[in-house]
């Protein structure tokens, strides 16, 4: 087979295309972050909550009682 085909070109430059272009998208990821707070808010940015899973922690929050005063209050002892 002759490597100079018309055919073995256009794998080369479609091979060369592929690898340039998942270059460009790493390239366009790679993200430094000065903490790790800062990283869980991008994160958590990116990342979609299905529907379910919010609608069940709605409930779950609204089913819990009531606290008579507020934490800080119990946490420093203070009557409410």
């Given at each position: 087979?002759n490597?100079?085909?018309?055919h073995?070109?256009?794998e080369?430059?479609?091979?060369?295309?592929?690898?340039?272009?998942?270059h460009?998208l790493e390239?366009?990821?790679?993200?430094e972050?000065?903490?790790?707070?800062?990283?869980?808010?991008h994160d958590?940015?990116?990342?979609?909550?299905?529907?379910?899973?919010?609608e069940?922690?709605?409930?779950?929050?609204?089913?819990?009682?009531?606290p008579?005063?507020p934490?800080?209050?119990?946490?420093?002892?203070?009557p409410?």
């Open positions: 087979m490597p100079h085909t018309p073995s070109k256009l080369h430059l479609a091979q060369e295309q592929t690898t340039a272009q998942q460009t390239q366009q990821q790679t993200i972050f000065a903490t790790a707070e800062e990283m869980i808010r958590a940015a990116q990342t979609s909550v299905p529907p379910a899973v919010t069940r922690l709605r409930k779950s929050v609204a089913a819990e009682p009531r008579q005063r934490w800080w209050q119990r946490w420093l002892g203070q409410g």
